[in-house]
């Protein structure tokens, strides 16, 4: 389909008028560029020591700080020919193949630094900013670039006379007014207004990112009260749903995060709160400005309030790499990270693009971007988080004086504590190892001694294990004691007193060039004065400059702060902005398709006291919102295809997390517990394989955890959800306006193979079975009431009944099998690995089978692999077998290594001991091990070639007399054994890793063990179409 | 429909940059991107050899003077104190800790090789090895990211997001981007290194597993009574899933959006049997299977992987860049240290552990891929992060333990590149000791640079727009295809 109207070029640039328009002479020519990008920075790295004009001593008489002065030359004569390469002297030296007169003499230039300056000299050698090559410049005109239409304050435009009767009978406020005109003057008539259903299911997504309950819908459609619209609208926006919903939007501007991405990626404890604080900001209505206030300098509040503290958490969201290259220049980097996300988040200006040049296309100078970075430089850059009072990144919100004795006590209480259940574990270990001789008495020499090579070498993995984390949370407590007060991310200064601010070249933090005091960017500003700030007073800890910044920002008077907040708010009701690029109101953002409906909407939000609920009654309550979405019919379809004039509404995808929680919510399983640090969704083997050290940072939660909203998911810069990353999450590393909206089959793929789909949709289909027991049209109607709030046709129902009819037919008719596998990769990290229970290390039956962790080792850097033969394992419950026959027929699935046959096994100290029957395909042999020990290495008493092949199955036969074992595979002999220990008793096993295998026709002494299925053929079935139900377009697109 | 705002943007800059008028042009790419089509295949900037890339990633840094960059200087002077900047404004005083492998040049081209390697010589006319690569970190998590993205910082696309938004993808049953893992883990900033970024999400690299399913979610969660569906009934499903569609679709003519969508059902239910059929290597002869390495005996060594795995991954490569796949990352190397290239604690160590792992399998790749025609229109890349010290990280004054390990170096990093469009030679030198590149030296944008332009992308002009300015994979500093070796 067509992206752009026709529009566009018949009548003229539909989006804005054209750049020169505005007046800013800005772009730099080709040669400009390349000098300020290239040349100058070439120059001052490698001539400027000796021919610079803070060399000490001036070599050969050469000054190279201008153009002038390289013709000028020195004692040699002139250093470059403008236009001519060849005959420049400063290429002729650069070539020169004597060492002795090369230049520079150190370090000869590589090709491309050669090219760059022939290129340079032969466009002859342009130096813009001439003498002054202090800063890379370009000339701006601020009174000109004033004149951006988002740099002008906004104006209460005339409201807009409409000629067609039939649009003025449409008008329901003054928006359509703008809309209608708008669409006039191209000869397109606005589409009418949507069907209740339709709408009712708009407002749910577009407000709660929930769907309606049937019965909401249902009251809707039915009520006649002429004003039942307007009272939805409130109803929803006094949900809490309503603001989680908000927040998540929020968010993404500002990238949050809970961990600090890089390598370590490691928690930013409390960032949780920062979360909470803005779910309850938009539940509350805060006002737009003091919600802004509190963020940029809550903390210089008088008597901060606890929220005031933890919004300016704002400052500790972003990424950290806690091992830079250079720290003074992350540490920059630290502080340009926060400005662009003010800049991009709260102004639409993309100031970070004058970090090293003045602005390429803004009328904003390099200065004005370190004027601008003085007034937030003083919050101390982050750092490792300690729980401790003088921590520069987390404060105590309810501490008082009294707190710090009291803290300092529990602290050496609880390290004392630590070490003494350290110790005890230690002298514990001792007593179990006699062998390993006299350990001395003293607590932390015992310690020394049982963390020794050759005493650990004794332990069973869990002891290891066990003693690795204790020891690994004594010593963490320094940092990690919260003691019993509430701790919250912060924006801390180190004191009243300022470093003093330099414009640095390139942005480097090593080359500053002058000093600049804190000032706003004049462009912004009515004039150059006020661009001064008046009101900076210095706190007794701060500096006093962000509450002066925050100040400026939420001036009613800014041309930007509430033009950029509503066309936000804008893009959350239709798709997309008044302008598309809602983080960039710069020359290279996108015009507004009508400018004059902005600005009368940051008008109109500034004249409810900066009221989000009242921004959005204004818009949910006029015409324009409402209009149908689905038919697109001429002359818009043709004139404004990609329909920017919003002749109808957009027909919209579900956003990521709507999609997640309306899976949940339709199923019933939707848990709506608030706030907090937040779950951790079950990933798959798969998706945890991708970290260095697989699980770090990562923790288990309860199902009943993993059913809350996506907004609580735990944000893990390293780990994100995949079902949401599919989906279009954003990236939570840049400030993000707008998410993609990308159509991939990947997304296919995830709707219907993934856990949290199967498991909704099986909840979704016993929901409606436990509702209409044995009643079919019933069910499948609830299910189409909860998932698309309509109820079905009867061709559907038909269609329905048919799918369902003969999926139950098709999954009675399939060969129920035992699965096992790995639900883990190879190698863990060791905590995750110690919360994780041995069901969550292995999959197996459901019923009747237990599981045991097996051993674990080859530890390397806090990481451990699972031991092939001797790792996790499944044991059939009751299945005392010591004699006997064992037959089943055997499917390897795609990949798996080996799977083991478990016989007389018990459960010991975790792990198990008895025989095993290892089919390892890998090796092309099966073997029968002996582990007298869980822990030990098992002795081979037999082995035998094997090749096994996946695609096809193997029958396998054990019989098991007193000392002798012999077992068949596909009816011949593969491992014959006398000699076995005769008194050992234990059950049966299974062990296998990977992708896994399946077991059928498992009969033990003519006994046939179950395969319990805990779905019958019907639930699968009614579950299938529940599942077809929630991939439908009509589920997943807002009409 | 409403498309992102990025995409429109970068829509009307490409369009009007290209010819001021019209403003319209059914074949951008952005315009597939709107209809939900982002992996269409795309047409380069010019013509150019190389149609996919193959990036052999070793993680943790390889010791390019105990491979390919022979310092006889350095092995003369092994032991002696020097004074050395290792890290930016840190000068020590080093012991100099010469290679103890031996070297020989090999074929028309004459380049070095140490004996650490036995088959990927034997390729040598094949390789452009440019030993003069230069990037900004010293440390890991950075440096990767840099080698990806061209950016230290996390949150940029990387080189095969950019090769497959520049050139989309000729499968779309297959991902465009797709990257494996060594077993032992992942490399360090994990998914941040194939991120797309800023990008919509379809650029990003896909998680491809040589053994079982190789993508997520390709198959049924085993907890999802779907896992007990069969093809016929997974098939029944999707049919189900098309019908309601269709219908829902009548009403809504004019939104393609809407059938792009229910066109990735056929698309999705097609990847479940051509995805695992990249992994099936049951038609590859035993001849083929040998020369991977697939039959190598187990290493001794407690870290050492067996040859057959990475042997794998090279083979599975070759068959995704048979189907059209645009972009392969293998990472070899994963965890830390010792578990990588990273040779703090022993180089000799080190190469013992690694070279026996990639070795084999990717000297039978280069000869597979030249043998099948495929060579000269893949681009293959081998490197790491970065370079290591000339000098030994922990020894005392004068002595040189057998254990003793090199530590980072960002100035001087030896990568090399071969097949499509690759002038094969050795390109740039290190100064005497291989402290730091010294002639032709380049930094690694230059690399990236030149990795476009053999797939015909002008790297100035693959551009998205994002924060205020049109993003490039090279970033603001002017980047320089590296001509030497270009054919």
């Known amino acids: 389909m067509r992206l752009l109207p026709r529009l566009l070029v018949l009548s003229g640039c539909l989006l804005g008028t054209s750049i020169s328009e505005a007046q800013v002479s800005i772009s730099p020519s080709p040669g400009d560029d390349l000098f300020l990008e290239e040349v100058l920075p070439l120059l001052e790295e490698r001539c400027f020591k000796c021919h610079g004009p803070h060399a000490k001593r001036l070599r050969g008489g050469l000054m190279m700080s201008s153009h002038d002065s390289l013709i000028e030359g020195g004692d040699s004569g002139a250093a470059i020919v403008p236009g001519d390469p060849d005959a420049s002297l400063l290429i002729e030296l650069v070539l020169e193949a004597d060492e002795e007169f090369r230049m520079p003499p150190k370090g000869q230039l590589d090709r491309s630094e050669l090219a760059l300056l022939e290129k340079w000299i032969g466009l002859g050698a342009p130096w813009p900013g001439g003498e002054e090559l202090l800063r890379d410049v370009r000339d701006i005109d601020l009174d000109a670039g004033r004149q951006w239409w988002s740099f002008r304050p906004p104006a209460e435009p005339e409201a807009p006379t409409l000629l067609s009767p039939a649009s003025r009978a449409l008008v329901k406020n003054e928006i359509d007014s703008f809309i209608f005109a708008r669409l006039e003057a191209e000869n397109i008539s606005p589409a009418v207004r949507a069907n209740d259903a339709q709408l009712v299911r708009r407002l749910h997504f577009d407000l709660l990112g929930l769907p309606p309950s049937p019965e909401r819908a249902r009251d809707y459609a039915a009520s006649s009260d002429p004003d039942k619209w307007a009272q939805l609208v409130d109803e929803l926006l006094a949900k809490v749903e309503y603001a989680e919903r908000q927040a998540r939007s929020w968010l993404d501007v500002v990238r949050f995060a809970q961990t600090s991405g890089y390598e370590r990626d490691a928690e930013k404890p409390m960032a949780w709160r920062y979360r909470d604080y803005v779910i309850r900001s938009f539940h509350d209505d805060k006002p737009y400005d003091q919600f802004l206030r509190q963020q940029l300098a809550g903390d210089e509040f008088e008597n901060p309030t606890q929220a005031d503290i933890i919004a300016t958490g704002f400052y500790r969201l972003g990424t950290w790499d806690s091992e830079p290259d250079d720290r003074a220049q992350a540490d920059l980097d630290i502080h340009d990270d926060v400005l662009r996300t003010i800049s991009e988040g709260m102004l639409a200006l993309t100031i970070g693009c004058a970090r090293c040049h003045d602005h390429r296309t803004d009328p904003i100078r390099q200065e004005d971007y370190y004027s601008l970075l003085a007034f937030v430089q003083n919050v101390a850059p982050y750092r490792k988080p300690k729980f401790s009072f003088d921590s520069l990144v987390l404060r105590a919100l309810d501490a008082t004086p009294k707190h710090r004795k009291q803290r300092e006590d529990m602290r050496e209480n609880s390290q004392a504590h630590a070490q003494g259940v350290v110790d005890r574990f230690a002298v514990e270990l001792l007593e179990r190892h006699p062998e390993a001789g006299q350990a001395p008495k003293e607590p932390a020499a015992r310690i020394s001694f049982v963390s020794k090579k050759s005493f650990q070498k004794r332990l069973s993995n869990d002891d290891r294990l066990q003693l690795y984390i204790l020891k690994t949370e004594a010593a963490g407590l320094e940092d990690s004691f919260q003691g019993n007060l509430t701790w919250a991310l912060a924006a801390i200064e180190p004191g009243p007193e300022t470093a003093a601010t330099h414009v640095l070249r390139r942005g480097r933090s090593d080359s500053p060039v002058k000093e600049v005091l804190p000032v706003f960017p004049p462009v912004l500003c009515a004039s150059d004065g006020e661009a001064l700030p008046s009101n900076i007073r210095p706190r007794e800890s701060s500096s006093g400059r962000r509450t002066a910044l925050a100040e400026w920002i939420t001036d009613p008077r800014h041309p930007l702060t509430a033009r950029v907040m509503v066309n936000r708010l804008w893009q959350g009701h239709f798709g997309a902005g008044l302008c598309e690029t809602p983080n960039d109101f710069g020359v290279t953002g996108a015009r507004p398709s009508h400018p004059q409906l902005l600005d009368w909407l940051a008008l109109r939000f500034l004249e409810s006291g900066w009221s989000i609920k009242a921004m959005h009654r204004l818009i949910l309550n006029s015409h324009t919102y409402t209009m149908q979405s689905s038919r697109v019919t001429p002359p818009g379809a043709a004139l404004d295809p990609a329909n920017r004039l919003l002749w109808r509404q957009n027909l919209r995808r579900l956003d990521a997390e709507s999609l997640r929680d309306s899976c949940l919510a339709v199923a019933g399983s939707l848990n709506k517990a608030r706030g907090g640090r937040g779950f951790f969704p079950a990933l798959s083997r798969e998706a945890l394989a991708g970290g260095s050290k697989p699980g770090l940072g990562w923790e288990k939660s309860s199902l009943e955890q993993r059913n809350r909203r996506a907004v609580y998911t735990y944000a893990k810069r390293g780990q994100l959800d995949p079902l949401l990353e599919v989906f279009d999450l954003c990236n939570p590393s840049l400030p993000s306006g707008s998410r993609a909206e990308t159509t991939v089959a990947s997304q296919a793929l995830s709707l219907l193979n993934s856990r949290l789909l199967g498991r909704s949709a099986t909840s979704l289909a016993e929901r409606v079975r436990a509702e209409f027991p044995g009643q079919l049209e019933a069910q499948l109607g609830r299910l189409y009431g909860l998932t698309v709030a309509r109820t079905p046709h009867v061709d559907e129902l038909q269609l329905a009944r048919d799918f369902i009819a003969s999926q139950t037919q098709a999954f009675a008719a399939g060969e129920a099998a035992l699965v096992f596998r790995a639900s883990v990769p190879d190698r863990l990290e060791l905590e995750y690995l110690r919360l994780l229970a041995p069901e969550d290390l292995f999959f197996g039956p459901d019923q009747g089978w237990s599981f045991v962790r097996g051993q674990w080792g080859l530890r390397y850097n806090q990481t451990e692999q699972f031991d092939r033969l001797s790792g996790p394992a499944a044991l059939l419950d009751e299945s005392r077998f010591s004699a006997g026959e064992v037959s089943l027929r055997l499917s390897f699935l795609k990949g798996t290594p080996f799977v083991g046959l478990l016989l007389r096994a018990r459960s010991e100290q975790s792990g198990f001991a008895g025989l095993q029957l290892f089919l390892d395909r890998e090796a092309g042999e099966i073997s029968l091990l002996e582990h007298r020990t869980p822990a030990g290495t098992p002795t081979y008493l037999a082995r035998a070639p094997l090749a096994i092949d996946e695609s096809r199955d193997l029958d396998l036969i054990v019989r098991l007399e007193d000392s002798t074992l012999r077992a068949w595979v596909d009816e011949h002999l593969v491992i014959e054994y006398e000699g076995l220990a005769p008194d050992t008793t234990g059950g049966l096993g299974l062990r296998t890793w990977g992708a896994g295998c399946e077991v059928r026709g498992l009969v033990v002494n003519d006994r046939i063990i179950p395969v319990h299925e805990a779905m019958s053929a019907e639930q699968k079935a009614l579950a299938s179409f529940a599942l077809v139900l929630l991939n439908l377009n009509e589920f997943i697109y807002i009409d | ?487």
């Not at chain 2, 797309?196 to 993508?215: E, K, N, V, W």
């Not at chain 2, 010294?438 to 002008?458: E, F, P, S, Y």
């Not at chain 2, 100035?460 to 727009?465: C, D, G, K, M, N």
């Open chain 2, 1 to 487: 429909m409403a498309p992102s705002s990025n995409s429109r943007r970068a829509f009307l800059k490409s369009t009007a940059a290209l010819a001021g008028l019209p403003l319209f042009d059914a074949s951008s790419l952005v315009a597939q991107l709107a209809d939900g089509r982002p992996l269409a295949p795309k047409a380069p900037h010019f013509p150019a050899k190389a149609k996919r890339v193959i990036f052999l990633f070793m993680f943790g840094g390889p010791s390019q003077m105990d491979l390919f960059d022979y310092k006889p200087l350095l092995q003369e002077n092994s032991g002696k104190t020097i004074s050395i900047e290792k890290r930016r404004g840190d000068t020590q005083e080093m012991v100099l800790l010469g290679s103890q492998r031996k070297f020989r040049q090999y074929g028309d081209t004459g380049q070095w090789c140490s004996d650490a390697l036995r088959y990927i010589p034997e390729h040598m006319d094949k390789l452009a090895i440019i030993k003069s690569l230069q990037t900004d970190s010293f440390a890991h998590g950075s440096a990767v990211l840099q080698l990806n993205s061209g950016q230290t910082f996390q949150g940029h696309p990387a080189l095969g997001a950019w090769l497959a938004y520049g050139l989309g993808s000729e499968n779309d049953a297959l991902p465009g981007f797709v990257v494996m893992h060594d077993p032992r883990g992942g490399p360090i900033s994990g998914p941040a290194n194939w991120t797309s970024g800023y990008m919509p999400a379809s650029y990003q690299g896909t998680l491809f597993r040589s053994t079982g399913d190789p993508l997520l979610n390709l198959s049924a969660h085993t907890n999802s009574f779907r896992s007990s569906m069969n093809r016929a009934m997974e098939r029944e499903q999707i049919d189900a899933i098309g019908e309601l569609n269709a219908r829902h679709q009548a009403a809504r003519a004019g939104h393609s959006v809407l059938a792009a969508r229910n066109a990735t059902y056929d698309l999705a239910y097609r990847m479940q049997e051509t995805a695992p059929e990249a992994l099936d290597l049951s038609g590859e002869d035993e001849a083929t299977l040998e020369m991977y390495g697939l039959n190598e005996p187990a290493p001794s060594h407690r870290l050492a992987l067996p040859t057959s795995l990475f042997g794998r991954q090279c083979l599975i490569t070759r068959r995704l860049i048979e189907r059209g796949v645009r972009c392969v990352q293998i990472y070899h190397g994963g965890g830390h240290q010792q578990q990588t290239w990273d040779a703090h604690h022993g180089v000799e160590e080190n190469l013992a552990i690694h070279c026996p792992e990639v070795d084999r399998p990717i000297a039978g790749l280069l000869t597979d891929l030249e043998r099948r025609g495929l060579l000269e229109e893949t681009l293959v890349i081998w490197g790491g992060e970065f370079g290591r010290q000339p000098v030994s990280q922990v020894a005392g004054a004068g002595q040189i333990a057998s254990s003793a390990g090199r530590d980072h170096n960002p100035k001087a990093n030896t990568i090399w590149l071969a097949g499509g469009g690759v002038r094969p030679g050795s390109y740039g030198e290190t100064d005497e000791l291989g402290a730091e590149a010294a002639v032709n030296k380049h930094h690694l944008r230059d690399l990236h640079a030149t990795i476009l332009h053999l797939c015909g992308i002008d790297h100035t002009r693959l551009t998205f727009y994002n924060g205020g300015l049109d993003r490039k994979l090279t970033g603001v500093v002017e980047a320089f295809p590296i001509k030497g070796v270009m054919g």
